[in-house]
């Protein structure tokens, strides 16, 4: 009798033990991709926002931008389980600002007829992504049913050219070519796209894989492979600080020992 209870004593103190180290694995936070080579450098964030993926890419090099090849214009990507996602939106993130285009800044920062998602490509590995130019081929994003939603703000209404494309964070427009300059609207450096559609549980650091981020108005220009970080903790996750952690375990153990030391007393009278 005292056997048993001397096993459910130290199960459950096992148990808090286990209840104070989860929160810290509790939940799935956002993962962030980077790649470079030599003056281009990029970055794509997902995290999972309202039950939505939400993608941030950025042109994160700090060269100046001197041709469209330098113009930072799709990001590929693998998903697990391959689901066909729903287009929600396409905005300029915060700070980001649009350049050339002679109609001025887009209406509430919406640049969806500008940007494409298409959720069968193959470029290597990757078998979907995100894109402002046609690009073609395996990777064809020039058809108007693949736009994020939006007005269409450059000619023509399907991804084309490498209009609304990413200037680097450290362009200087001042020295960009006619190609860039003539582009109907380039945004430096950031757009945030809203993809519906994902499962419930979905986690970005094991459902994405194969990142890579294309430049230019084709695929034999410049295209990088991005590399993972180490997954973000979400805001609202409540991880405890290693030393309440430890606090935590001490007064654990210590009420189990002393628990323990009092069943052990009784059964030895």
Do not use: C
Not at 15 to 20: E, F, P, Q, T
Not at 40 to 69: H, M, R
Not at 191 to 213: E, H, K, M, R, Y
Not at 221 to 244: C, L, Q
């Amino acid at each position: 009798m005292h056997s048993h209870r001397l096993h459910r004593f130290a199960a459950a103190a096992a148990l808090l033990v286990a209840v104070v180290i989860y929160p810290s694995t509790a939940q799935a936070g956002p993962i962030t991709f980077s790649g470079s080579s030599g003056s281009l450098a990029a970055e794509v964030k997902f995290e999972v926002v309202g039950g939505n993926l939400q993608v941030t890419l950025t042109n994160t090099s700090t060269a100046d931008v001197l041709a469209p090849a330098d113009v930072l214009t799709a990001v590929f990507f693998s998903v697990a389980g391959d689901p066909s996602l729903g287009r929600v939106s396409a905005v300029l993130n915060a700070g980001s600002t649009v350049f050339y285009d002679p109609d001025g800044q887009p209406a509430g920062g919406v640049v969806g007829g500008e940007w494409a998602y298409n959720p069968n490509i193959s470029v290597g590995a990757s078998t979907q992504g995100i894109s402002s130019t046609g690009l073609g081929g395996s990777a064809d994003f020039g058809d108007a049913q693949f736009l994020f939603p939006g007005p269409d703000l450059e000619p023509p209404a399907s991804p084309d050219g490498v209009q609304y494309g990413l200037l680097s964070a450290g362009d200087n427009p001042l020295t960009d070519n006619g190609g860039i300059t003539n582009s109907g609207g380039l945004i430096k450096n950031s757009v945030v796209f809203t993809l519906s559609g994902i499962p419930a549980g979905f986690d970005p650091a094991t459902a994405i894989s194969n990142v890579q981020f294309q430049y230019g108005t084709s695929l034999s220009e410049p295209r990088i492979p991005g590399t993972p970080g180490t997954p973000d903790i979400p805001p609202n996750a409540e991880v405890p600080e290693p030393s309440t952690v430890a606090l935590a375990l001490t007064g654990a153990l210590g009420f189990g020992m002393a628990g323990l030391r009092r069943l052990r007393r009784r059964v030895s009278q």
